[in-house]
């Protein structure tokens, strides 16, 4: 363990060598590229793997084949990237393949203004891929979350047997701040369960009495199947209503029942809380001081941010904010993650702040905006 | 469990009968692919459980779900990059990509122009029955201009791609097209395949009958498979400027590259040894 002054793509490849990535496959993308440099360099010296490829679709689907070779994979990009891997992605989540996708936000739509900030692309982080299923996305705000949710991806993608994706942005991703950093054999590290019959009884999707299979890997005898149509337990395609039925209530289900244990969130001034700030990523630095600035004013205000934005723990979410007379949810967009949070505090007032910036909100607007509705 | 057929035991039996039309000629590339591997297992040049198979989607590529190994049926296209992702993190493995036309040559195009740039350890088996199968008989790349395709109904106005050239100019070490017309060749071809090191590519001439026959005249598949015996033409050690590909002249094929570079993924890991504080 060491103490460092990083910034927040930095921290997410430290944070990736703690949780035991083996293979980064990359394509070079503002405000990524430090990551992929970064990892390139120390990487190798650890006995794992870097590979520039032709395309991000290519770098997706050869982390999935690495994560399916047994490796702990991840790859890093920003919209447009992140775009063109969602077919993929769709893929990772029909086979059940962990793999860690960095998605560092830029602002957009299409090459938008490449190098600076903007969380247009909160909503697409989660349902981007075609097939209706939710893949955990996990936001930092600073390097110290940026380092630790990166290792939390990991365990949960392991676990969980499921892409996950860890949204920054471009703000966080050159911020530098101190960051406690952990080695490798320093953090709790999960992996992936591994059958435990022998190759002839191996089903790879059945998942015994739980909801996630155990997982054997390319080479080691167990003749895996990797199936992108839907199949049943043993991984044979198999088009039916009820096959169709009972995989996609799994899939669902495997993340969706993981909420209590996945939500995370940080929260200031929380006492007697009756005007929420609620936001996530680098927009919760200016709230934390928007919040400050209402307390200063005489508002019962707090601030917080919530680390997981999906899947959405509705009822975790409803009991933190219980009591509190306005909910604002303050995002760099036009108001997404608000739509979320809208349904889930149905009959509670909630508000949306969206505040459009190529940098961070600044605190005083987004006490301005507030203000107009209290 | 009774072995009815000798190469039972690198099948899926219980998957049994293949989705396949009747006729298609895919079912021979699969008896001669399994046939090569038997051998290099038999000898002992490879090991059962390091064999993997990859494909992307079209009938071609369903290919792999049959054979009893490792196996992944992954997306329209993206097999390779699977494939690699295998190979790179574990390099005893022997991957094997077995794809249509359109899943290799056309959207998967990509892929193998810089698969073969890299010489990245992978046999690719493409399967070109001149056809996109799967989706009903749209035009693929290697469509022979003039004929007709459900999307090119008044003849295909493109030329067709010369696989075998691109595979060459690009540096893969072995490049062979192959046919199902002729199987003791094109199972040599897959076996010397498996056995190379660097990009291993065999183009495979294969019959769709039911899609691509259909719409030429020539409806039945013993029709068209020996349509397509008269066009190929057999040629030994062949130069790649001598690699015809065309419904008129004929298609050649035969071994055209046969070389011994070193593959991506050696190198590659006496690179990431350097970093190791090994020589370098
Ligand atoms: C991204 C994407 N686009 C299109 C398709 C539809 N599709 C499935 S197979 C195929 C082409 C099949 O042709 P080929 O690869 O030549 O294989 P064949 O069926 O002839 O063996 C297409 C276009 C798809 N599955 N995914
Ligand atoms: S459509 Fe053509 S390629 Fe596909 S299985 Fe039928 S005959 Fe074979």
């Known amino acids: 363990m060491r103490v460092d002054y990083v910034t927040g793509n930095t921290a997410i490849a430290l944070g990736s060598i703690a949780a035991g990535l083996r293979f980064y496959a990359g394509y070079p993308i503002t405000p990524t590229s430090d990551i992929f440099e970064f990892l390139a360099r120390e990487l190798p010296k650890r006995g794992g793997y870097v590979v520039q490829f032709e395309d991000e679709i290519a770098s997706i689907n050869a982390a999935i084949g690495a ?35 960095v998605y560092v936000m830029r602002t957009g739509p299409s090459t938008g203004v490449p190098t600076r900030s903007g969380q247009y692309d909160v909503l697409q982080a989660t349902y981007g891929f075609h097939g209706g299923l939710v893949v955990p996305v996990l936001a930092p705000a600073t390097p110290q979350e940026a380092f630790d949710l990166t290792v939390r991806a990991f365990n949960v993608s392991e676990k969980l047997r499921t892409p996950v994706v860890l949204l920054s942005d471009a703000t966080i991703a050159h911020t530098y701040g101190r960051v406690v950093v952990r080695e490798p054999g320093e953090v709790e590290v999960v992996e992936r369960a591994k059958p435990s019959v022998p190759p002839e009884k191996y089903r790879p999707y059945d998942p015994g009495e739980g909801l996630v299979p155990p997982m054997a890997c390319f080479g080691e005898g167990y003749n895996v199947l990797v199936e992108s149509l839907t199949h049943d337990e043993r991984g044979y395609y198999a088009p039916r209503s009820d096959v169709q039925r009972r995989l996609m209530w799994r899939l669902y289900r495997k993340i969706v029942e993981s909420a209590p244990e996945l939500f995370d969130y940080g929260a200031a001034y929380l006492d007697g809380c009756d005007v929420a700030l609620v936001s996530y990523g680098s927009t919760s630095l200016s709230t934390l001081v928007a919040a400050k600035i209402l307390r200063s004013e005489g508002y ?39 739509r979320e949070l809208r349904g889930v505090l149905r009959g509670s007032e909630v508000v949306s702040v969206p505040i459009i910036d190529l940098d961070l909100p600044q605190p005083r607007e987004v006490v301005e905006v507030v203000k107009q509705w209290l | 469990m009774a072995v009815a057929h000798p190469l039972d035991r690198y099948l899926r039996t219980d998957r049994l009968p293949t989705m396949w039309c009747p006729g298609c000629g895919l079912g021979i590339l699969l008896g001669c692919i399994l046939r090569a591997l038997d051998r290099r297992i038999r000898e002992g040049s490879l090991r059962r459980e390091n064999v993997g198979f990859a494909g992307g989607i079209g009938c071609s590529a369903r290919m792999t779900l049959y054979p009893y190994f490792d196996s992944a049926h992954v997306i329209h296209g993206r097999a390779i990059p699977f494939a690699l992702g295998v190979k790179i993190v574990k390099p005893e493995m022997k991957m094997i990509v077995v794809g249509g036309d359109g899943d290799i040559a056309a959207i998967g195009g990509n892929h193998i122009l810089h698969a073969i740039r890299r010489n990245a350890d992978l046999v690719v088996i493409m399967a070109n029955n001149m056809i996109y199968g799967m989706t009903g008989g749209q035009q693929a790349p290697t469509t022979p201009r003039g004929l007709y395709t459900t999307t090119t109904p008044y003849g295909n106005p493109e030329r067709e791609i010369n696989i075998v050239k691109l595979a060459a100019a690009l540096g893969a070490n072995y490049v062979a097209r192959g046919s199902v017309t002729h199987t003791p060749l094109l199972e040599q071809m897959i076996y010397k395949a498996l056995g190379k090191r660097g990009l291993a590519f065999v183009e495979v001439l294969s019959t769709c009958p039911e ?11 013993v029709d068209l498979y020996s349509e397509l015996r008269k066009r190929v033409v057999v040629k030994t050690r062949p130069s790649v400027e001598e690699s015809d590909y065309s419904w008129e002249r004929g298609f050649v094929i035969g071994e055209f590259v046969d070389r011994d570079e070193p593959g991506f993924i050696e190198v ?5 040894s350097r970093a190791r504080g090994g020589a370098g």
């Open chain 2, 268 to 272: 590659l890991q006496e690179y990431t």
């Open chain 1, 300 to 338: 019962r205000a707090c601030s917080i941010r919530l680390r997981t934005l999906f899947p959405v723990y509705e009822e975790g979410i409803r009991r933190l904010l219980n009591g509190v007379g306005k909910v604002f949810v303050v995002e760099n967009n036009v108001g997404l993650y608000y």
């Open chain 1, 67 to 101: 994560s399916w070779a047994c490796a702990k994979s991840m790859t890093a990009t920003s919209g447009p990237g992140f775009s063109l891997m969602v077919e993929a992605l769709s893929l990772a989540v029909i086979t059940e393949t962990p793999v860690v996708v």
């Open chain 2, 211 to 221: 899609l691509f026959g259909r719409h030429i005249g020539f409806r039945s598949p």
